[in-house]
Nanobody, 126 residues
């Protein structure tokens, strides 16, 4: 089993920045890729970004490209999501997820992941 714990959410004004962290514990050797999803009230959960555990491959949703940046620290078993130029429409609960599969374009589908964190709230005020 793998446990994921997100942190770093909060309230920020439009145009501001936040960095989310996702710390993995347990059988982290089984992780091949990690991703971030978000879910706004009344909306479906949507893909944000993903990264291979090696860090060599990343995927981004078009809506966050060039504003959000995913990275990982293998030594700390932690994945980060740096968010800049935040917009009110970025307001959502952000979830971290981990997969035991080699990264492919299927990272955009929530069903591709095996483990999920509890989520962290990000609120962007206008």
């Amino acid at each position: 089993q793998v446990q994921l714990v997100e942190s770093g959410g909060g309230l920020v004004q439009a145009g501001g920045s936040l960095r989310l962290s996702c710390a993995a514990s347990g059988r982290t050797g089984s992780i091949y890729a990690m991703g971030w999803f978000r879910q706004a009230p009344g909306k479906a959960r949507e893909f944000v970004a993903a990264i291979s555990w090696s860090g060599s491959t990343t995927y981004y949703a078009d809506s966050v490209k060039d504003r959000f940046f995913i990275s990982r620290d293998v030594a700390k078993n932690t994945v980060y999501l740096q968010m800049i130029s935040l917009k009110p429409e970025d307001t959502a609960v952000y979830y971290c997820a981990a997969s035991r599969l080699t990264i492919t374009s299927s990272v955009r589908f929530s069903t591709w992941y095996d483990y999920w964190g509890q989520g962290t709230q990000v609120t962007v005020s206008s």
